[in-house]
């Protein structure tokens, strides 16, 4: 299943500055009894513009903050809802950190009433004098307020990226302090704070300490006492400075407990009990992944649920988890990709924005669960999508991924993807491994590829044993890439036979066994994916289309004898080379319509529908379709040939055809010929799928000349006719070649006389009963479609009175026929038999033995001698069946099989000369002379 395409939330402001300008989104809280929940909504500072607050579960803005032209932004913004305990308003206060006009943390309030009266809006700010370092994290810190106080029950913690921080009073008019951690401040000379995330005390004890009480109990404190409140954990990741690249092993990520009161006593209060340091982490590192590029895409984000601190970067996604005593890489995925942005939807999957795919990668068993590409993300959001996709949040219970596509707010729907019908508390289940069978990621083509970097891995699915396998292997890719790259058939084919064929045989290729991975690989480079923005003549819509890159006549024959050339291994073929992207499903037909476009003399088709390889019922139905109307046009085309030369308008056939269908034209032997093997094909299939296959592809028209093409091969069959009848001269010898059996003709004429069904016949009766009403050429048709009902019952009794009589003469000739069937096939070549046969009639009377000629066919009849002549019951021309209706035996064989071991023993002189004594031999007349 596809993802599907987004949906618009809101169309952002852009930036004043649209060079230098940036957009920072943050997350919205509620706040009730000291807890902080996850709201609905997301808070969007624009530089020089404003800082908004939008809805997701309801796309539409809530409130809207104006700030200075100047203005620019330094960290995500972050706000508070809540409902004030003594009033009936809610009062929601907004958090930003700006660098210019002045370094300072504004903060915006909104008070509203129930009443309709407009809501109360005013701002505050605290200029930062002790730092130049930009701020880059703000949060809240929340505590229990008393009944009878008016304040606000939490405070603000700001944190520089050059590690102070400071916590301020929700009015920002009371700094309780401003400190440089003593910790932090070991690294700060060669490292700068990158992120921080805050996290409830209670949250922390379910998943980031439940294996640490150790640390549970020193976050705690002395504030274990009746009625004191929970402290905050605070988790600082800080990276080396003005570094191109970031060893993982250089990350230091430190672990704060922040208290949930603070007095404002700048000098009676000590570090710890301002912040106390409980744990610095080394993150571990992952295999095969040593350093990351320090840029704009490199992210972290902290998991509180599963204590998962993510890393995402531009070529992947690890999750550390931090609740071990030792942290570990619980997942990671690095794939050869260039991503925009990574997010964690799941404990397994992650959703991730290339510069072509969007998907949702499963982490655990690294395959692709959904995929959409880049274009129909576009499309989907609108006009103003200039940029790259970049993930914000992921909602959990609405199944909503919010990102951003240039100043464009979208939302990803991924209920789907669990099987969610809507917010549910109940957690999905993901990652399963039935869903990942078949979508395994890597990079495009891994798997055929054996150089030294993937050899190990790679070999043993192709059946390479030893490295000078692997080197023949790497030619082979590489001869057959350069190939393909310059449209040189003849240089794929002398690859392809260089590397398949044998020493005793080194222009003969193979017709034994050969690994489907190696001609899975040929095919990848015959066939490509294009994208089309027309419909075409396929199906309704498509956005992509199967085409024939290049064909190498001998690998392609040698592939159709083989087998391997279908449809579905093309499919398996492309799906690889697409990864990761999930190749979206092919149109109905998109395979014989690839083939026919690759040649217009069909050639090519028809020698893959003559192979043996199966097609499904649909992609032939789409063959039957296009046969139909060339064989259709080129009807025409002649009778227009044949007016235009009796009337003496064209000079000679062969221009007034070109002048008609083009110099570039199939001829109808070619056309005939592949509707007859399309016609052989689809009848292979069952039944139904037969009737719905033509139903669904081909138009009433086209069914209609379907029987007819099969009524003229069921007469010029000899079907309908006796034997002794002439039989009708077929229109041309090409539209019954190959030959149709009576069963293959039969059946097609049933399934197309269901296909059209009742309703397709029944229409034609009211154009035949207003003849003055339609034209002359709808009433003529109309009532050609009303005989042919007619006909068709002729026809029918016609072949059940032939079926009967053959059965009757077969019921005549049965011992014969048994006979024969026991008689072994001669080894012999024809000629002999006939040899044998005219000898026979040679040494019977002249008389007896007349030959004939009828219907084109040499008759030789032996007739039955008189009473009194030579050969009156007896055997006289050898013509006579023995009384047993048994063959002569032949001689004994000189080996037995054993019945109880099966094993093949050779038997004695004694044993065959007891079962040559044993042998009846065939009974025969005698004739008694008195």
């Known amino acids: ?116 009266s407009a809501p109360t809006i005013s701002s505050s700010s605290a200029t930062i004098t002790d730092s130049k370092s930009p701020t880059t994290f703000l949060g809240i810190v929340p505590f229990s307020a008393e009944n009878d106080s008016e304040t606000d029950p939490f405070n603000i913690l700001a944190v520089h ?78 990276h080396p400075r003005e570094a191109d690249t970031i060893a993982l092993k250089d990350v230091n990520v430190q672990m704060f407990s922040v208290p949930a009161n603070s007095k404002p006593r700048s000098h009676g209060l000590e570090e710890s009990q301002r912040l106390r340091h409980l744990q610095t982490i080394q993150v571990p590192t992952p295999a095969g992944l040593d350093k990351v590029k320090s840029n704009s895409l490199l992210q972290w984000n902290f998991h509180s649920g599963t204590a998962g601190l993510q890393l995402s970067f531009a070529n992947g996604f690890v999750n550390f988890d931090l609740s071990q005593y030792s942290p570990s890489v619980s997942s990671q995925i690095v794939l050869d990709e260039h ?14 924005a290339s510069e072509s ?45 919010v990102a951003t596509k240039g100043n464009t ?56 044993k030893t490295p000078e396998q692997a080197e023949k292997w790497s030619q082979l890719t590489k001869a057959v890439n350069e190939a393909t790259q310059m449209q040189k058939p003849d240089l794929f084919d002398k690859a392809v036979i260089g590397y398949f064929c044998t020493p005793e045989a080194p222009k003969k290729l193979p017709r034994e066994h050969v690994n489907p991975e190696s001609t899975l690989f040929l095919l990848s480079k015959i066939f490509a994916i294009e994208d089309c923005t027309v419909n075409d003549k396929v199906s309704a819509s498509s956005s992509s289309q199967l085409r024939v890159v290049l064909w190498p006549a001998t690998t392609c024959d040698w592939l159709i004898r083989l087998g391997h050339l279908s449809l579905d291994n093309v499919e398996i073929a492309l799906r690889r080379a697409c990864k990761p992207r999930i190749l979206q499903p092919l149109p109905i037909g998109s395979f014989i319509q690839a083939l026919i476009d690759s040649d217009s003399s069909l050639k090519h088709v028809n020698h893959v529908l003559g192979g043996p390889a199966v097609i499904s019922s649909d992609e032939l139905a789409h063959a039957l379709k296009y046969f139909l109307n060339q064989a259709r046009l080129h009807s025409g085309a002649l009778e227009e040939t044949a007016r235009a030369i009796t009337n003496g308008d064209a000079a000679t056939p062969t221009q007034e055809l070109t002048r008609h269908l083009g110099s570039e ?18 009848h292979s299939q069952p039944l139904p799928s037969v009737v719905k296959s033509l139903r669904s592809n081909l138009s009433r028209t086209e069914l209609i000349s379907m029987v007819h093409h099969l009524r003229l091969s069921l007469a010029t069959g000899g079907y309908t006719s006796r034997f002794t009848e002439n039989p009708p001269t077929p229109i041309t010898l090409d539209q019954i070649t190959p030959t149709l059996s009576l069963n293959t003709i039969v059946d097609l004429i049933t399934a197309s006389v269901d296909a059209v069904g009742p309703s397709g016949w029944i229409s034609a009766i009211p154009a035949v009963n207003n003849l003055d009403e339609g034209s002359d050429s709808a009433i003529a048709a109309a009532s050609r479609e009303m005989e042919l009902i007619a006909d068709m019952k002729s026809e029918v009794s016609a072949a059940l009175a032939g079926v009967e009589e053959a059965t009757y003469l077969k019921g005549i000739l049965r011992e014969y026929l048994r006979f024969a069937d026991q008689v072994a096939a001669p080894s012999t070549a024809s000629t002999d038999a006939v040899a044998k046969i005219s000898d026979a009639a040679t040494s019977a009377p002249s008389h007896l033995v007349r030959h004939e000629r009828l219907n084109g066919a ?18 006289a021309s050898g013509k006579m069946l023995p009384l047993s209706l048994k063959p002569p035996s032949a001689d004994v064989s000189r080996t037995k099989i054993m019945k109880s071991t099966g094993e093949t023993k050779t038997r004695t002189s004694r044993e065959v000369g007891y079962l040559r004594r044993k042998a009846a031999g065939k009974y025969s007349f005698e004739r008694l002379v008195i």
Not at 28 to 53: C, F, T
Request: proline share 4%; net charge positive; charged share 25%.
């Open 1 to 116: 299943m596809d993802l599907q395409s987004p949906s618009v939330l809101a169309q952002l402001p852009r930036p004043l500055h649209a060079s230098t300008g940036k957009t920072r989104i943050g997350d919205v809280n509620s706040l009730a009894d000291a807890k902080k929940r996850k709201r609905y909504e997301v808070a969007v500072a624009v530089d020089g513009e404003a800082v908004n607050i939008y809805n997701i579960q309801t796309p539409k803005l809530v409130t809207s903050y104006a700030v200075p032209p100047q203005s620019t932004f330094s960290c995500r913004p972050c706000s508070v809802r809540r409902k004030l305990p003594k009033k009936s308003a809610v009062k929601r206060q907004t958090y930003t950190a700006a660098t210019k006009p002045e370094h300072q943390i504004k903060c915006f309030v909104e008070e509203i009433g129930n009443g309709s």
């Open 161 to 238: 990226t050059d590690g102070r921080m400071r916590r301020l009073s929700s009015d920002l008019k009371t700094q309780h302090w401003s400190i440089h951690h003593s910790e932090i401040a070991k690294v700060c000379s060669t490292h700068i704070v990158h992120s921080c995330f805050l996290i409830d005390l209670e949250d922390a004890k379910k998943s980031l300490f439940k294996r640490r009480q150790d640390l549970a109990a020193l976050a705690l404190g002395d504030s274990h006492s009746v009625g004191s409140d929970e402290p905050s954990i605070l988790l600082v990741v800080s």
């Open 339 to 352: 991503f925009t942005s990574i997010m964690r939807i799941s404990p397994q999957c992650v959703i991730g």
């Open 357 to 401: 795919l969007i998907a949702v990668y499963d982490t655990q068993y690294h395959s692709v669960q959904r995929s959409i590409a880049a274009r129909d993300v576009i499309t989907g959001a609108g006009s103003n999508t200039d940029g790259s996709t970049v993930f914000i949040s992921y909602f959990a219970k609405l199944g909503i991924a």
């Open 409 to 464: 707010l979208i939302a990803f729907d991924l209920t789907s993807l669990h099987g969610n019908s809507g917010p549910s508390l109940k957690r999905s289940r993901d990652g399963l491994l039935i869903d990942a069978i078949g979508r395994g990621i890597g990079s495009s083509a891994a798997q055929w590829d054996v150089s030294k970097r993937h050899r190990t891995e790679n070999m043993a699915s192709l059946h390479l």
């Open 665 to 682: 034209v199939a001829s109808l032997k070619d056309i005939f010929t592949g509707l007859n093997r399309s016609l052989l094909k689809i």
């Open 858 to 875: 040499d008759l030789m009849v032996f007739t039955r001698p008189e009473e009194g002549e030579e050969g009156y019951g007896g055997d």
